[in-house]
T-cell receptor, first 111, second 115 residues
Framework: GEDVEQSLFLSVREGDSSVINCTYT??????LYWYKQEPGAGLQLLTY?????DMKQDQRLTVLLNKKDKHLSLRIADTQTGDSAIYFC???????????FGRGTSLIVHP | GAVVSQHPSRVICKSGTSVKIECRSL??????MFWYRQFPKKSLMLMAT?????????EQGVEKDKFLINHASLTLSTLTVTSAHPEDSSFYIC???????????FGSGTRLTVV
């Protein structure tokens, strides 16, 4: 099946930028998503990007897409302790649109 | 918009009993809902696709007789874990999609503990 890979952990200091990386294998991916999951909660859609876009910025969040390398990244500027959570990368393609998720990156923000 | 409500958020039950989890789309109609199971430090595993008015589609390896899904209306899907055992303890999350443009909306999840 199609795979979505992401590193499992990232630790940063408060105020620094965080960059979470993701790679995927499905060349027909249409939508790429970043979800945030806080402890004991469901997933919250943070942002998304179409496969025909290179970059999307939304306040402190910047998504970069390298379609050639099938690489997606999420940059969080001025990371705060409240950003500590698990971040899931997901992709979906035309047809069912059922997303395939990565295993999630646990972001730990130190004061 | 696009809110999905899931109840209960946490449930503890005895082995052998059944537990029902509800998933509601509050401000949109969802002909299709999805049920995921999340293991510790693992990604989300899609269990089944719930279709309004018809049978659910189960993923390979998911026991349909153990995880009963009913999608009786355009805003409600239920997952019943029958004859629960400790190995069924997990975090179950439902989701629905209003428009792929906006991604899937997830419920807040249900932590099931079987003792």
């Amino acid at each position: 099946g199609e795979d979505v890979e992401q590193s499992l952990f990232l630790s940063v200091r408060e105020g620094d930028s965080s960059v979470i990386n993701c790679t995927y294998t499905d060349s027909s991916s249409t939508y790429l998503y970043w979800y945030k999951q806080e402890p004991g909660a469901g997933l919250q859609l943070l942002t998304y990007i179409f496969s025909n876009m290179d970059m999307k910025q939304d306040q402190r969040l910047t998504v970069l897409l390298n379609k050639k390398d099938k690489h997606l990244s999420l940059r969080i500027a001025d990371t705060q302790t409240g950003d500590s959570a698990i971040y899931f990368c997901a992709e979906s393609s035309g047809g069912s649109y059922i997303p395939t998720f990565g295993r999630g990156t646990s972001l730990i923000v130190h004061p | 918009g696009a809110v999905v409500s899931q109840h209960p958020s946490r449930v503890i039950c005895k082995s052998g009993t059944s537990v029902k989890i509800e998933c509601r789309s509050l401000d949109f109609q969802a002909t299709t809902m999805f049920w995921y199971r999340q293991f510790p430090k693992k990604s989300l595993m899609l269990m089944a696709t719930s279709n309004e008015g018809s049978k659910a589609t189960y993923e390979q390896g998911v026991e349909k007789d153990k995880f009963l899904i009913n999608h009786a209306s355009l805003t409600l899907s239920t997952l019943t874990v029958t004859s629960a055992h400790p190995e069924d303890s997990s975090f179950y999350i439902c989701s629905a999609i209003r428009d792929p443009l906006y991604g899937y909306t997830f419920g807040s999840g249900t932590r099931l503990t079987v003792v």
